[in-house]
C-alpha cells in the first residue's frame, strides 16, 4: 500500500514538472506528457504501469467530460448543432465503417467485425488535446464551439459502435436494423437518465441549506451518479454526464447564487481536470512497453506498419468528410447560408485537429481476453498496439504541426462577433445599471442622508461612464485603442503594488490574516477582469 502510494506521488509530482517544462518550451502538455511517459518507460528499472480500462471510464472519463459540458456554451452548441452532429456522429460512423473495410483488406486474418471493432476504437478525436493545444491560440470562436461539441458527443457514439462490433465478434452475429434501434435506445435513454439525474442535483442545490464546500463536493459527484445510473441500466454513461452537465451549466446563475460557492468550485475543478488531464496523457506513454509484450505473434515493424496505415486513413477521411459537409448543407437549406461561410481555412483546422487520445487507448485495453468458448479474442494485442500508434502519430504530429498551420494560414474571425473587451465593458454597463436605477428608484432619500449609499450610487454613475468611454474608444481605430491598452498597465501596475502593501500590512499585524485575504482575493478578481482566467 506504501509503495502504491509513493508511486502515485512521485508520478504526480514528475507530471507536476514536465507539465511545467511544456509550459517553458510552449508546447501543449498533452504531447508533451505523452513522450515523456514514452521516454521514461525506456529507461532501465522503470516501473511497469497497467492501465485498467475500468479506472479510465469510471475515474477519469466521467468528470472530464462533465467539465468540458459545463464550459460548453448551450446557446452556442445549438446554433451549431448542423456540424456537430455530422462530426460527432456521421464522421465517427463513416471513419468506422472505412476503417473496418480497409483493415479487413490489408491485415492478414483481419474479420469485417474485428474491422468495426478497431473502427470504434480510433474514430473519436480527443476533447482535451485539442482545446489545450489550440489555448492561447487566435481561433474563430465558431471552431472552438464545433470541435468541443463534437468532443463531447463523438465518445458515445464510438463506444456504440465498438460495443455492437464486440458483440458481434463474441457471438458471430450482426443485425444492422437492431444495431440501429439499440443505437438511438441507448444513446436516447442516457440523455433522459441525465436530465433526470440534473435535475435531483439541481433541487437538491436549490433548495437544500448546502454551503459552498458541499456545493464544491456535489458537483464532483454529480458526474460520476449519472454516469453509474445509465451505466446500470445498460444506456449510455457519456451521454447521461453530457447531458446532464450542460443542464446544470444552463441552469447555474440559478443553483450557485454566492460568489463563495462559485469561487470554490472554480479552485476545485481547475485543480481536478488538470490533474486528470495530465496522469491520462503520461499513462498512455508510460503503457507501451505492456502493449509491446502483448504483441506475441506479431514483430513490432508489422505493428508499426498497420498502425502508420490506419493513422493516415483517419487523416484522410477527417478531410473527407470535413469539407463536403462544410459546403453541402449550404447548398442544400437556406438556413445554412444566414452565416458567413468557413472558407477554406476553418475545416482546415477542424480537419487538421482530429487528435486521438486516452478514450482510444482505454476502449482498447477493454478487449476480452477470451471469446465466449474459451478461446483466446483475434488480434487483440495487434489491435491495442494499432490504436497506440494511432493515437502516438495523432496527437505529436498533428497536435505539433497544428499551431504551425493557423500562424501560417492566417486564421481570422470567420463571424462578425464584438471583441472580449467589448462584451466586458457592455456587460459592465447594463449590469451597473440595474443597480443605479435600483437605488435611483427605491433609495432615493437613503442615498441623500446615508453616505455609504451616496458614495456607491456615485461609484456606480463614475464606472457606468468608464464603461461607455472604454466602449467608444474599442470602435475607434488603433491609435485611440492605445488609451486603454495603456489604461490596463496602469491598473495593473497598481494592483502589483497593492499586492506588496497587503504584504506589508501582514508583516505589521496590524489586521487579521483574513481580511487581508480578502483584500487580495478582490485585487485577483479585479486583474482578471483585465487578464481573463489563466491556468
Known amino acids: 500500500m506504501h509503495h502504491n502510494l509513493l508511486f502515485v506521488l512521485g508520478l504526480l509530482f514528475a507530471v507536476l ?5 511544456a509550459h517553458r518550451i510552449r508546447v501543449a502538455y498533452p504531447i508533451f506528457l505523452v513522450i515523456a511517459g514514452l521516454s521514461i518507460s525506456f529507461i532501465p528499472g522503470a516501473p511497469e504501469v497497467h492501465l485498467d480500462p475500468e479506472l479510465i471510464f469510471l475515474i477519469f472519463l466521467p468528470p472530464l467530460l462533465y467539465e468540458a459540458a459545463w464550459y460548453t456554451s448551450w446557446n452556442d452548441f445549438w446554433k451549431w448543432k448542423r456540424p456537430i452532429v455530422l462530426l460527432a456522429f456521421g464522421l465517427v460512423f463513416f471513419t ?9 483488406y490489408f491485415i492478414p486474418g483481419f474479420t469485417l467485425a474485428l474491422g468495426f471493432l478497431l473502427g470504434g476504437i480510433v474514430s473519436p478525436p480527443d476533447a482535451v488535446a485539442a482545446s489545450t ?4 491560440m487566435r481561433v474563430p470562436k465558431r471552431l472552438i464551439t464545433i470541435l468541443q461539441g463534437e468532443s463531447l458527443v463523438n465518445d458515445a457514439s464510438s463506444l456504440i459502435v465498438y460495443k455492437f462490433a464486440l458483440a458481434a465478434v463474441l457471438t458471430g452475429a450482426f443485425s444492422m436494423q437492431e444495431a440501429t434501434q439499440q443505437f438511438f435506445i441507448v444513446a436516447g435513454m442516457g440523455i433522459v437518465v441525465g436530465l433526470i439525474g440534473a435535475h435531483i442535483m439541481y433541487a437538491i442545490h436549490r433548495f437544500l441549506p448546502t454551503t459552498a464546500a458541499i456545493d464544491a463536493a456535489f458537483t464532483v459527484m454529480t458526474p460520476y451518479l449519472l454516469f453509474l445510473a445509465a451505466e446500470q441500466f445498460h444506456f449510455s454513461g457519456i451521454m447521461a454526464v453530457v447531458s446532464g452537465g450542460l443542464f446544470i451549466s444552463y441552469r447555474s446563475h440559478e443553483v450557485f447564487q454566492t460568489g463563495s460557492t462559485r469561487l470554490n468550485m472554480l479552485g476545485v475543478w481547475t485543480t481536478l481536470i488538470f490533474v486528470l488531464n495530465a496522469l491520462t496523457f503520461v499513462l498512455i506513454g508510460l503503457e507501451l512497453p505492456e502493449i509491446v509484450k502483448g504483441l506475441g505473434e506479431y514483430s513490432i515493424a508489422d505493428g508499426i506498419r498497420y498502425g502508420l496505415l490506419i493513422s493516415v486513413l483517419t487523416i484522410l477521411l477527417r478531410f473527407l468528410w470535413v469539407y463536403p459537409s462544410a459546403f453541402i448543407p449550404r447548398w442544400l437549406f437556406a438556413s445554412a447560408r444566414k452565416d458567413p461561410s468557413p472558407g477554406w481555412k476553418g475545416p482546415l483546422v477542424i480537419s487538421w485537429a482530429g ?54 494560414i492566417r486564421l481570422k474571425e470567420i463571424d462578425v462577433i464584438a471583441s472580449e473587451d467589448e462584451q466586458q465593458a457592455g456587460i ?20 441623500k442622508t446615508n453616505e455609504l449609499i451616496g458614495f456607491l450610487k456615485t461609484r456606480l454613475e463614475n464606472e457606468i461612464s468608464s464603461a461607455s468611454q472604454q466602449l467608444e474608444s474599442l470602435t475607434c481605430d488603433e491609435t485611440e485603442k492605445y488609451e486603454v491598452d495603456l489604461y490596463h498597465r ?33 485585487l485577483d478578481l479585479n486583474e482578471m477582469k483585465i487578464t481573463g482566467a489563466q491556468e
Open 96 to 104: 468506422s465503417m472505412i476503417v473496418a473495410y480497409a483493415s479487413a
Open 355 to 408: 487528435m486521438r487520445g486516452v478514450v482510444s487507448l482505454a476502449t482498447a485495453l477493454s478487449i476480452p481476453l477470451l471469446l465466449t468458448d474459451g478461446t483466446a479474442f483475434p488480434h487483440r494485442n495487434l489491435i491495442i498496439f494499432i490504436t497506440f500508434v494511432v493515437i502516438f502519430v495523432t496527437l505529436v504530429f498533428q497536435g505539433l504541426t497544428l499551431p504551425l498551420i493557423i500562424k501560417l
Open 133 to 136: 493545444v489550440l489555448k492561447g
Open 490 to 522: 496602469v491598473l495593473l501596475e497598481i494592483y502589483s503594488l497593492q499586492r506588496k502593501e497587503l504584504f506589508l500590512l501582514r508583516k505589521e499585524k496590524v489586521f487579521s490574516d483574513e481580511e487581508i485575504r480578502k483584500a487580495e482575493l478582490q
Open 428 to 447: 459592465q454597463v447594463r449590469i451597473d445599471r440595474v443597480a443605479l436605477d435600483l437605488i435611483t428608484k427605491k433609495y432615493t432619500e437613503e442615498a
Open 17 to 21: 514538472l514536465l507539465v511545467m517544462l
